[in-house]
């Protein structure tokens, strides 16, 4: 079992910054990854960007690349967003892939608005 907590979220003006952080305790060595996911009205939830336990490899959705960046500090994972545009709007969602099955585990997400 692993627990996911998001804090950080809120209202930025377009061209802003915000980080999000979260905070995952329970079983945390067994955390393949650790990842942020995104949804907004109407939309499905789509995975913003991702980083792997073991060699710290990172992905990105082609529409956040060079203004986002994930990090993680053991049961910690931390997304700094630059330059955000209101199109980034959305709830955001901590995820964690825990165990030999890849297990999904969701904050309970944080609201993000960008006005313009």
């Known amino acids: 079992q692993v627990q996911l907590v998001e804090s950080g979220g809120g209202l930025v003006q377009s061209g802003g910054s915000l980080r999000l952080s979260c905070a995952a305790s329970g079983n945390i060595f067994s955390i393949s990854a650790m990842g942020w996911y995104r949804q907004s009205p109407g939309k499905q939830r789509e995975l913003v960007a991702r980083i792997i336990t073991d060699g710290g490899s990172t992905n990105y959705a082609d529409s956040v690349k060079g203004r986002f960046t994930i990090s993680r500090d053991n049961a910690k994972s931390t997304l700094q967003m630059n330059d955000l545009k209101p199109e980034d709007t959305a709830v955001y969602y901590c995820?964690?892939?825990?165990?030999?099955?890849?297990?999904?585990?969701w904050g309970q997400g944080t609201q993000v608005t960008v006005s313009s």
């Open positions: 995820n964690a892939l825990v165990g030999p099955f890849s297990r999904n585990y």
